[in-house]
C-alpha cells in the first residue's frame, strides 16, 4: 500500500510513540503472565520472558532468541531455551499471555478497558500496524501472523505490540550499523540517566561484572561516556544519531495515519496509559528517576 504524502515527521515518531508503548510492555511486569505461564509448568521469571516473547516464533532455539532479543547474554539464553518447550507448546504459550494480558488490562484501565476510548485507541492502532512490512523484523512478523483478538481491549494490546516489535526490529538494525553490541548497547541506554538503572539491565540481561566492565572501557575509549557513566558530548550525539535512524525507520505506521489521526492515537492511547501507570503497572527500584517508562533497549 502506498503512503500517502502526510506531515507526521520521524521526529515525532518517538514522541508518538512513547504514549502508547506501556500498554504492550506492561506485560512484562504483570503478575498475571506469572500465574498463567506457571500453569503451563513454566516458573522462572526469565524463563516466562522468553517464552512469552519468542513463542509466536515457535519452538525456537537459544540463537534465535539472542540473535532477536540482542541484549541478553546468550549465555543466560541457553538456560532457559529450548527447554520452555518441553514445559508448553508455543500456542499454549500465547494462548495463556493472551490471557494474562486480559486479566492486567481489565485490573488496570479498570472500566477503561470496556470503553470507546480503548475500542477508538484499537483501531487506529490496528490502521497504523497495518502497513508494517516484515522484511528484516522477525520478531514483528511472526507476531503479525498471530490471529486479530475479538475484544477491543485485546486488539488495542495486540496492535500495539505490533508497533513495539516493528520498531523494536529497526533498533536493532541501527545499533549493528552504528557498530554497537547488546551489552554495549545496555551501556549507552543506562548511561542516559532516563532508562534502566545498570544494575537492574545487568542482572536481568545475564551480563556478569567483567563482560560490563569490558563494554565500559570499550565505550570510553571510543570517547562515548565517561568516568562517571555518564554520556559524553560525542556520546550523547552517538546515541542520538542511532535513535533518529530507529524513528526513520519506524515512521511508515504513524505517517499512514496523518497527523491528525496520530495526534488523535497519541492523546487517547495516551489517557489509557496515563490509567496504567497510575494503577501501578510498573515495579518502582527499575527505571532511573524521570525514566518516561517506555524505553527502548534492544
Known sequence: MALACVPVEPSD????YRRIEPLHSMIYFAPEVGEELSELGIDHPRAQY????SAAMGPVGPGVVAA???NFNPALVVRFVPMIWLSASPEAVLNARLRAADRALRRLLGDAATSRECERAGVLARRAASV???EGRPLYAAHADLPWPDEPHLALWHAVTLLREYRGDAHLAAL???GVSGVEALVLHTATGRGFLPEVAQATRG???EQWGDAVVGLRSRGLVDDALSLTDDGAAFRDAIEAATDRMSAAPWQHLGDEAAAELAE???????RLLEAGAFPSGVFAAGADRAP???
Do not use: D, E, I, N
Not at 515518531?13 to 508518538?16: S, Y
Not at 487517547?268 to 496515563?274: A, D, F, M, R
Open 50 to 53: 522468553f517464552a512469552q516473547r
Open 13 to 16: 515518531v518517538a514522541r508518538l
Open 268 to 274: 487517547v492511547g495516551g489517557g489509557l496509559t496515563k
Open 296 to 298: 527502548t533497549v534492544s
Open 176 to 178: 549493528l550499523a552504528a
Open 207 to 209: 551480563w556478569s561484572a
Open 132 to 134: 508494517c512490512g516484515p
Open 68 to 70: 532477536t532479543y540482542f
